[in-house]
């Protein structure tokens, strides 16, 4: 098996691109970055040079994921999102040394037009609200919103909103799964 890229895109030499990936209309892949298995890359997509995408990573119309961005398995990424890499841009100023790393968990979505400053980790299967501004790390199972973004929550991995009782234990309505929340950590009971 292999990747299927629309005529439109243009795939640098020297990407790794999994089996099963689809890249489509007008994408530009960067020599050096990393693509899992079975991704969907929606048009209009910028993958810069370092990049790393895990299995099965979503990325929506109008995204750019920068260098120093790393998305593990499973992550989806909405339409426009926007990631940075450098902290006080200035058009004179070169900072390529000074990028700033990201990383999204696994399992984690982020919404339609939200922001993520550069810098931050994403937990794993946590929710960004569409529109929201990540300036510092996102707990897993968390979900944010707002400019800046403030926690509000916990979601499943299924992505439903938990709601903890006076045990301090919740039930994805989908999954079943039972959720634990203690001392402000949300894990999945055992």
Avoid at 147 to 176: K, V
Wanted: contains cysteine; neutral net charge; charged residues 15%.
């Amino acid at each position: 098996m292999e990747f299927f890229a629309h005529e439109s895109s243009y795939i640098d030499e020297g990407c790794i691109i999994g089996d099963g990936t689809k890249i489509w209309h007008f994408s530009h892949i960067m020599t050096g970055c990393s693509i899992g298995k079975n991704c969907n890359i929606g048009q209009n997509v910028v993958i810069s040079p370092g990049v790393v995408l895990g299995d099965n990573v979503k990325i929506q119309n109008n995204v750019s994921v920068y260098t120093g961005v790393t998305c593990d398995d499973d992550v989806f990424l909405g339409p426009s999102c926007v990631f940075t890499n450098v902290i006080n841009p200035r058009s004179a100023v070169n900072r390529k040394s000074e990028y700033l790393k990201t990383r999204v968990g696994k399992g984690a979505s982020i919404g339609a037009n939200a922001t993520i400053v550069c810098g931050h980790n994403i937990g794993q299967y946590a929710f960004i609200g569409a529109g929201a501004v990540v300036t510092k790390d996102v707990p897993d199972f968390a979900l944010v919103i707002g400019n800046p973004a403030r926690q509000t929550g916990w979601m499943s991995r299924y992505g439903h909103r938990l709601h903890f009782d006076n045990n301090h234990s919740a039930i994805c309505p989908e999954s079943r799964e039972v959720y634990i929340l203690k001392e402000g950590v949300v894990s999945l009971k055992e």
